[in-house]
């Protein structure tokens, strides 16, 4: 698989199997001098870890990260930094069944196509939510590393699950209540009512999707690298690595399409000798460059393909209709264990592109 590397001057290379003995990832590139433990990783690992919340998969996994190489003395030495998770509490067996009748919803029919039979199929394999972990240990340095050096922080909730919406605007001083629920939403009675659709769904063998918003503050002018290194471009496509994801949005995004150009324009103003504008319209991105305003971007999850309800599928071998039902362990939603992901994944982007543009020297 060639694609399970991104970033140009700071790579991430992502590795590991579902059911497999272990994932882990591969961070080369990030600056010596970086202070660095693993309980910094840790911390982000333990918000998307399964078996948290009735609201999320029951499988059950430690997720203890351990740093192998890049890391002596309690900083970064500037070479590649390994991590890797072991897998405990695999279980193989619920996917018997699977080997030939393929799931609606998932990449079954696809890997088993272009693999010739020989893809991985426990869990989804290489294709399941469970390699988002390798995203995690190498974003969880980035967002540390934009931290210390520019200011950069990057904060994802939800904003909506089915057809349940926080309508509230997310405020900065909001952050603290985003781990403050089952659902990540920073709006404690919309978490409730999220919470409970979620359950509701489980209980009838269903499941539901939503969406993440994201928003980054305190970016220097000028991050990216046009025209195919855009900075919406570089952000969609890690985002787009995140299983379920079917939308990513900047801004007004889709919205914006419905208004003129006078409402949708965002004004310059100065305010205390800084450059900014009334609005943000654009998201925090014009022309594929940060433009000094806070990045929001929101992103649209697709409801958990592994259902307990009843299906009808095609047998590979055979060709033959048949039934299936999906058994064993999975979110009936996906969304609440997202948002550490999509953080991880916008500043593994930021931070690649503030090495690109010398905003962060290769030496701290």
């Not at 998932?106 to 939510?129: I, L, M, Q, T």
Request: net charge positive.
């Amino acid at each position: 698989m060639s694609g399970s590397s991104i970033g140009q001057r700071l790579v991430l290379t992502s590795f590991g199997e579902s059911h497999g003995k272990c994932v882990g990832a591969v961070l080369d590139g990030c600056p010596a001098g970086l202070e660095i433990q693993e309980k910094d990783i840790q911390k982000m690992l333990d918000q998307r870890k399964p078996g948290q919340s009735l609201v999320s998969t029951q499988r059950k996994e430690g997720d203890q990260v351990e740093i192998i190489s890049g890391v002596f003395r309690g900083y970064t030495t500037g070479a590649p930094i390994t991590m890797i998770i072991w897998n405990e509490d695999q279980d193989p067996r619920a996917y018997d069944e699977l080997i030939t009748k393929i799931r609606p919803g998932h990449s079954d029919y696809p890997a088993f196509v272009k693999y010739n039979e020989f893809n991985d199929y426990r869990g989804g394999g290489r294709f399941s939510g469970r390699l988002t972990a390798t995203h995690v240990m190498g974003g969880a340095i980035a967002r540390k590393l934009l931290k210390v050096t520019l200011g950069i922080e990057t904060n994802s909730y939800t904003i909506k699950i089915g057809k349940i919406l926080m309508n509230s605007k997310f405020e900065t001083k909001m952050k603290t209540q985003i781990y403050d629920n089952e659902v990540r939403c920073p709006d404690k009675k919309i978490a409730e009512k999220m919470r409970n659709s979620i359950l509701d769904a489980r209980k009838h063998s269903d499941s539901l999707g939503g969406i993440i918003e994201s928003t980054t503050i305190n970016l220097p002018v000028g991050l990216g690298e046009p025209i195919f290194g855009s900075l919406e471009s570089d952000i969609s496509k890690a985002i787009y690595s995140i299983p379920s994801v079917k939308g990513v949005e900047f801004g007004s995004g889709f919205a914006g399409s419905e208004l003129f150009g006078s409402e949708n324009n965002d004004q310059y103003i100065v305010r205390g000798g800084k450059i900014i504008t009334k609005t943000n319209n654009a998201g925090g991105i014009l022309g594929g460059l940060s433009n000094g305003m806070p990045i929001v971007m929101r992103v649209a999850f697709k409801p958990a393909s592994s259902i307990a309800k009843k299906q009808t599928t095609i047998d590979v071998k055979t060709k033959k209709p048949v039934t299936l039902q999906v058994h064993g362990r999975h979110d009936p939603c996906v969304v609440p264990r997202a948002p550490p992901v999509v953080d991880s994944l916008v500043s593994l982007v930021l931070a690649d592109h503030a090495l690109l543009g010398g905003f962060i020297k290769p030496t701290l």
